[in-house]
């Protein structure tokens, strides 16, 4: 038989494990395992999805140029400086395989968002794992592992799956203080939670070497509709074009993410409905014991006193139709991810939560 060939790096990926949504014999069931939107698109959104199948023999354009106006007008950016993506995914690897190979290096912290090790061994380049502070980015800690063959530097602010926040003096400290280009990856996943937040997109205007990406997976509920973006220096957009598949997005991907982005009032609801129940079952959990650190996304990570126990609450979540995230893979072992969902599913898995939490006593 041929020996067939594998690039570099690629048998090194271990497959990537979305959160679960079924449990076996329990119909009533609340996903809080993926930082989904728990209401939903916006309306806005699913109308354009309705129209927009209407128009599905025809190709997509390639320069994505209505949804990249949309996104700069919201977001008082320049529209030549945006690329678009399925899911920020794709933009995370398209920047991994135009600026990252075979002997260079890229660096992500111990906590840091779990497809990072994906993208580098992809690209076949040597992944490099800084420790975090508490759970918290550490940017001199990230300078001291820098070295001449880092490429890329990949932070997710806040972080999943800690919730965290490295305030904008730090990132900027951390992009002025990388070696000769080398690029800062500013994911923004979670940007649209935090009020008055630009995601970066400031660092991106006033450097040439961050990248900020952002997605419509998290707070405009369209995780399933796969639609992501990136903001970056022109010469880098343009890198990045070369690469990307120009029909890489749908007729319907397109429209739905327009429309999605020009919904202000959807997300600042969205957001503002996050604040108030994430702050509700932190403290809930709280007073039955389990802390967690304050978050500035749209989940909670919460701690429990030992792996085992960790474990075993999960085991009982599920058991009750609450499906939770684990996140020992992340090296969090006595953690479990929370997504904050609507009020009766805060409610129900605080409730579940304060159950077990008696029957161990
Ligand atoms: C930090 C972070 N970055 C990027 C992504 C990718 O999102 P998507 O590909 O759905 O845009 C996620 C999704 O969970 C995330 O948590």
């Avoid at 008082?76 to 990252?100: M, N, P, R, T, W």
Wanted: charged share 25%; with cysteine; glycine share 10%.
């Amino acid at each position: 038989m041929t020996k067939i060939q594998v690039q570099p790096g690629i048998m090194e990926i271990a497959l990537y494990e979305g959160g679960q949504s079924t449990v076996e014999g329990v119909s009533d069931i609340v996903k809080l395992s993926s930082n989904e939107n728990p209401y939903g698109a916006g309306d806005a959104a699913k109308e354009a999805y309705r129209k927009s199948g209407l128009n599905m023999h025809r190709y997509p354009s390639t320069d994505h140029a209505d949804l990249r106006a949309a996104i700069a007008e919201v977001h008082d950016l320049k529209a030549e400086q945006i690329i678009c993506g399925v899911g920020s995914d794709e933009v995370l690897h398209l920047i991994a395989q135009c600026f990252a190979g075979p002997g260079d290096e890229i660096i992500y912290t111990e906590h840091g968002f779990s497809m990072y090790p994906i993208l580098v061994h992809a690209c076949g380049a040597t992944p490099v794992v800084v420790p975090e502070r508490e759970r918290v980015v550490d940017v001199d800690a990230i300078l001291k592992a820098c070295t001449d063959k880092t490429k890329i530097v990949f932070i997710a602010n806040p972080g999943n799956p800690t919730g965290t926040m490295v305030g904008g003096n730090e990132v900027a400290r951390l992009a002025d203080g990388l070696p000769e280009g080398c690029l800062l990856v500013h994911d923004g996943a979670y940007t649209e939670f935090v009020e008055g937040f630009d995601g970066g997109a400031g660092l991106v205007d006033a450097r040439d070497n961050v990248i900020m990406t952002r997605t419509f997976s998290k707070i405009y509920g369209l995780g399933g509709l796969r639609v992501g973006w990136g903001y970056a220096p022109k010469e880098i957009i343009d890198v990045l074009n070369r690469v990307r598949g120009p029909f890489n997005l749908s007729n319907m991907q397109l429209a739905v993410a327009e429309a999605a982005v020009r919904d202000t009032e959807f997300v600042d609801r969205c957001r503002k409905d996050n604040a108030r129940l994430r702050a509700w079952l932190a403290e809930a959990l709280m007073e039955l014991g389990v802390p967690s650190d304050t978050s500035c996304a749209n989940f909670i990570l919460a701690r429990f006193a030992s792996e085992a126990e960790a474990s075993a609450c999960d085991a009982f979540l599920k058991k009750q139709g609450i499906i939770v995230r684990k996140v020992a893979g992340y090296g969090l072992p006595n953690c479990l991810r929370i997504t904050v969902g609507d009020e009766s599913g805060c409610r129900r898995v605080a409730h579940a939560v304060k159950s077990f939490k008696e029957l161990a006593v």
